[in-house]
């Protein structure tokens, strides 16, 4: 006999009292601390009944407001975020993105949660959900993260349903065409090599992870084709490994190019994370971050303050793109459809002049 989790209880009993009308249409549910005591369970268990419910339309989420039952006959309209939502630079998007629809009684902003790779599954119920909302009239734009490996292709279909707004990552508008604000990639490789340029590097290495795991058009290659070019404007001689950071021997390859070319004197790294199982193999090469080599990496997550000496890193400038796409959909749909952020450069003690 199969035994029902705790979970699929909470989820059923919520379902059923959704649809007695215990909780009526567009009002809010209690929150999770409260269904928590009320079911005997853990917060986390409450959580996954929710996001169950959330999935296939019974409720929905509104940053900052709690869990609403979806119907809401208001003449209020939803705007549908879908991005990975997790790690410390997307939760500078979330936070952004919440703390601005906070500020209007107009619009809901309404999280969808998607991972990279392919599940047909969780593309279902995405789409099923896109349909009633548009279906109810309630839903006025999509915000999408273009990342090439989150299955948003289907979004195409809706474009002439609802507005569509590409932010941060353009690789999914090789596919299909919508507005955009999104990081200026080739600036971002350009401005970090002219920085290690200033600091006095003339033998550059960049670290990025591999490129045969992309489309020929992703963010990758634009962010090279910038390192390239500030390479040639600067006369600099650059070096490139290709690696995933996640795998062991990671630290090997690395260890064997700066043994074969010990006259590299500055890394910039394709996101802070790359740097770190580096640092113990540049100690034990004898080099000293910030005098005789400088390091940069990429996204000021909170790794790079988390370093000694504490790294500069580039920053894709979150609050201006959520501020970008805010714009657009506030105002219209005026404005430039294409809009690029360039990032900016945070210096720290890993780039500041070597000797």
């Not at 734009?141 to 569509?164: C, P, W």
């Not at 997550?301 to 201006?320: D, G, I, K, N, R």
């Amino acid at each position: 006999m199969k035994t029902t989790s705790v979970r699929d209880r909470v989820y059923s009993d919520l379902k059923a009292r959704i649809g007695d009308g215990a909780f009526p249409l567009g009002e809010s549910l209690p929150s999770l601390r409260d269904l928590s005591q009320r079911y005997a369970t853990s917060v986390g268990t409450i959580r996954q009944a929710l996001e169950r419910l959330q999935l296939e339309g019974t409720i929905e989420a509104r940053h900052g407001k709690g869990n609403f039952v979806a119907g809401d006959a208001q003449t209020a309209k939803s705007v549908m975020l879908i991005a990975e939502l997790s790690g410390d630079l997307f939760q500078e998007f979330i936070n952004g993105f919440g703390a601005a629809f906070n500020q209007r009684s107009d619009c809901h902003l309404l999280f969808e949660r998607i991972s990279p790779g392919r599940n047909s599954e969780n593309t279902r119920l995405l789409r099923e959900r896109i349909e009633r909302l548009i279906r109810d009239g309630s839903l006025s734009a999509i915000v999408f993260d273009g990342t090439e490996f989150f299955d948003t292709d289907f979004l195409a279909d809706y474009q002439d349903r609802v507005e569509l707004v590409c932010f941060y990552n353009d690789a999914k508008l090789s596919q299909f065409v919508c507005p955009a604000v999104v990081s200026d990639w080739f600036h971002g490789g350009y401005a970090g090599l002219r920085h290690l340029a200033d600091a006095g590097c003339r033998r550059p290495l960049v670290i990025t992870h591999r490129r045969d795991r992309y489309a020929q058009q992703n963010v990758v290659n634009t962010f090279l084709a910038g390192c390239h070019q500030a390479s040639a404007d600067a006369d600099l001689e650059l070096l490139h490994l290709e690696h995933q950071a996640e795998s062991d021997n990671y630290p090997l390859a690395f260890f064997e190019l700066m043994q074969a070319h010990p006259e590299v004197d500055g890394i910039y790294a394709f996101a802070d994370f790359r740097m770190r199982p580096l640092l113990p193999v540049l100690r034990q090469l004898g080099r000293v971050v910030g005098e005789d080599i400088a390091t940069l990496g990429y996204y000021d997550t909170a790794w790079a303050q988390a370093f000694e000496p504490a790294m500069s890193s580039v920053s894709v400038c979150p609050e201006q793109i959520v501020a970008g796409v805010c714009e657009r959909l506030f105002a219209g749909g005026s404005g430039r459809s294409h809009v690029q952020i360039p990032p900016r450069i945070v210096v720290r003690d890993s780039s500041k002049l070597i000797r």
